[in-house]
């Protein structure tokens, strides 16, 4: 899939927009899951979330190739696009447990970014009693924790910036990290999952 027209390069002065922007479009909807519940979910889990990190290093990797300013114009179509594909596995993740119902787009900010943006998003599941519950943001509270959100990975979008100045080192270490951030993304679903007590359905708006 190649990227999308809205998806337009920033400029020094609108980047922190447009990088909100695009997490905005990238939880605007959870997709449909392409799995069903199984037996072993954590083995099924483990191969998507390996499978879907190459292909983030791929896409990544591959948009990181042209040189110079020409790079540039690629990191908001890299991160949308790796993004894309971490919200994809993820959907896929909660239906192998059989939580797709549950899964909404606080949960998928949550999942995203939460390795990321761990000082935004750190108290963003909380434990009452025995239960885990991500708390279901209203539209505006929702778009406040985008904006910080949007700020606080600013810093993947500089240093994938940089590496378009250096078009094979610099490739392989975007794909590198892709692939990393992937398993990180994989690795919060499951840990979310993974826990018996959790209700994830539970309602809680803030202002």
Do not use: N
Not at 11 to 22: F, Q, S, V, Y
Not at 101 to 125: G, I, K, N, W
Request: aromatic residues 6%.
């Amino acid at each position: 899939m190649g990227p999308s027209h809205e998806m337009l390069p920033a400029t020094r002065d609108d980047a922190p927009r447009d990088l909100e922007g695009t997490i905005e479009r990238t939880i605007s909807e959870v997709p449909a899951p392409r799995t069903r519940a199984v037996a072993d979910p954590d083995r099924a889990a483990e191969e998507i979330a390996k499978r879907s990190a190459r292909q983030a290093a791929v896409l990544s990797g591959s948009l990181a190739l042209p040189p110079g300013p020409f790079g540039l114009l690629t990191v908001l179509p890299d991160l949308y696009l790796i993004w894309k594909t971490q919200r994809q596995m993820v959907a896929d993740i909660f239906a192998l447990y059989g939580r797709t119902a549950e899964l909404t787009r606080s949960h998928m900010l949550y999942c995203l970014f939460r390795h990321a943006a761990s000082q935004v998003l750190r108290d963003f599941a909380v434990r009452t009693g025995q239960r885990v519950v991500v708390q279901q943001l209203s539209g505006g509270a929702l778009k406040t924790v985008v904006a910080k959100v949007g700020m606080s990975v600013s810093k993947r979008a500089a240093g994938s910036a940089a590496g378009r100045w250096v078009p094979v080192a610099g490739a392989a270490a975007v794909g590198a990290y892709a692939y990393w951030d992937t398993l990180q993304v994989a690795k919060t679903a499951r840990r979310l999952l993974a826990d018996p007590a959790l209700d994830a359905t539970e309602p809680r708006q803030r202002a």
